[in-house]
């Protein structure tokens, strides 16, 4: 809507103003209608009379136009002008345009010239409300995002005492008697993080503020107001949770878990409360996935934490990731899991838990962090992953996803790596094989666990470390049974590594078939 006043001493071309304005558009009104620039001023000074635009003639009485712009200027600086004139002076112009005028029109007025003046103004004022809009618009969210960040701060227990006073006066709800609270909601996937952040949004009027604290985390702050005997705050507070619960139960795509805190009467520990609901929504992390909501002071008291203890298994585990064993590492992980659930471990004995378990991967696994670091990204976070989740079985799965995408992404290095260890253990075992050969002599030569290397010569080459030993000294054995007719049995089984004649006598016959003397005497012909 475009508001146009119209100043001018001759009633009969503001009238005739008039009537050609409303015949343009109906999205032009005629806001005021004056006979000089006195009365014109003192009106359009008023506040109650909104004016975009004033369409005035020059050469009036008491006050002419130039005089009466540069006054309305002065009260308005953003007033658009339009001049109209029966002087074709130049001068009269030149200084409409030092004044700001949009422009200067020559009387008679020409209807078409004044209907496209009118469009290009309602156009110019419709650009520009557009971008005070959005200016408003980035300004105001630019504000909440800062109150947002702050809020976040205070719940986390890094905020400074200043905050304090700004979470009760900056409420868009009337501050009302009663007990504060705090609502924390875990969602279980995006689905229901945006349903759930929808909603909130449509009964926001029961809130001081949401606070999204990360992807799957919000937390609300609340008053809950009177103190009726029969519905006292917990339960009053209890009820805003199932209403929430209830309109989003098949809407959401997933689960919420809700947890509640009620601060005590006068209190103002929002960081205390937000840890206590946040606590309580986690409760039991161990169960399945499903919706729930527990008051912060209905947690069960726990007599004594939840420990982690097999030996056993952790060996196996560590085993497992020594060797790249995909398969182990994933049948193993489950078992943790379901002694933490026997064990009813809380939600902070789950994350040690976890956190034992990636240190693990991590330490044992060559290459694993960069290989996760490659697929994540290097703002990768354990903690932070762990805590998007929304019940143990998540991270059980996501620890079990991690090893397999790891694992992918190790093996074509792996492979090529293996395949130069393997070369290099039967090099240094070719130049060896006189000596007493130890598992961790050749592990310290290529810098690899004893078991592990064990496990990779066996799959690369189809035959154990101690196999291809006795096969590299039955080789040899053969060629100075054949070469060396002057030394005796005995003597070529101490310079192949066997000091024992008689035991390299039966390991010759067990591998080759023949004795040492006989194999001789079939190849020499004697």
């Not at 130039?66 to 109209?84: A, D, Q, S, T």
């Not at 139960?249 to 509640?260: K, L, P, T, W």
């Not at 790249?324 to 078992?335: G, N």
Request: charged content about 25%; some cysteine.
């Amino acid at each position: 809507m475009l508001n146009i006043a119209i100043v001018d001493d001759e009633e009969i071309i503001r009238l005739g103003l008039e009537k050609m304005i409303s015949r343009f558009s109906g999205d032009y009104r005629i806001a005021g209608s004056f006979e000089d620039g006195a009365e014109a001023l003192a009106a359009i000074g008023a506040p109650e009379l909104d004016v975009d635009l004033i369409i005035t003639d020059i050469k009036m009485p008491y006050m002419d136009g130039l005089r009466f712009i540069e006054l309305v200027k002065e009260k308005r600086p953003g007033m658009r002008c339009l001049i109209l004139s029966g002087y074709n002076d130049f001068e009269y112009a030149r200084k409409a345009i030092q004044f700001g005028v949009d422009d200067y029109m020559i009387k008679p007025v020409d209807m078409q010239e004044l209907a496209q003046l009118l469009r290009t103004v309602d156009k110019r004022l419709a650009e520009q409300r557009e971008s005070e809009e959005r200016l408003a618009l980035t300004a105001m969210q630019q504000k909440g995002q800062e109150l947002e960040e702050k809020l976040r701060k205070l719940l986390q227990g890094a905020a400074d005492a200043e905050l304090e006073p700004m979470v009760i006066d900056a409420q868009s709800v009337q501050t009302a008697e009663g007990r504060k609270a705090v609502i924390v909601f875990r969602t279980s996937n995006l689905l229901a993080h945006e349903s759930l952040l929808r909603y909130l949004d449509e009964i926001k009027a029961a809130f001081h503020h949401v606070v999204v604290m990360q992807s799957n985390l919000i937390a609300v702050l609340l008053t809950i107001a009177g103190q009726d005997e029969a519905k006292p705050p917990e339960k009053a507070l209890r009820a805003m949770s199932l209403r929430i619960i209830d309109h989003l139960q098949n809407r959401s795509g997933g689960f919420i878990a809700i947890g509640e805190c009620m601060l005590p009467q006068g209190g103002a520990d929002w960081h205390g409360a937000y840890a206590e609901a946040l606590a309580a929504s986690r409760h039991p992390f161990y169960k399945e996935c499903e919706t729930f909501a527990v008051l912060a002071k209905e947690l069960p008291a726990k007599t004594e934490p939840w420990k982690l203890n097999m030996p056993a298994l952790d060996e196996q585990f560590k085993t497992a990731c020594e060797m790249l064993d995909a398969q182990t590492i994933k049948s193993v992980i489950p078992l943790y899991f379901a002694e933490a659930e026997r064990g009813r471990a809380g939600y902070d004995e789950i994350v040690h838990m976890a956190g034992h378990l990636f240190y693990t991967l991590t330490t044992k696994i060559d290459g694993f962090l960069d290989a996760l670091y490659e697929l994540q990204g290097a703002a990768f976070d354990f903690h932070r992953v762990v805590a998007s989740h929304f019940a143990m079985r998540d991270v059980k799965e996501w620890l079990i996803a991690i090893v397999d995408q790891v694992v992918q992404a190790l093996e074509p290095s792996r492979n090529a790596g293996s395949k130069r260890v393997i070369e290099t253990v039967k090099q240094w075992i070719q130049e060896h094989y006189r000596e007493e050969i130890e598992l961790s002599d050749l592990s310290e030569t290529v810098y690899l666990n004893a078991s592990y290397l064990s496990f990779l010569f066996k799959r690369e080459t189809n035959q154990t470390i101690t196999e291809y030993v006795t096969a590299v000294r039955m080789a040899k054995a053969k060629e100075y049974l054949k070469d060396r007719l002057d030394l005796k049995a005995y003597q070529i089984g101490e310079l192949v590594g066997y000091a024992d004649g008689i035991y390299f006598n039966k390991l010759f016959k067990k591998t080759v078939g023949v004795t040492p003397q006989k194999y001789r005497n079939q190849t020499s012909g004697g």
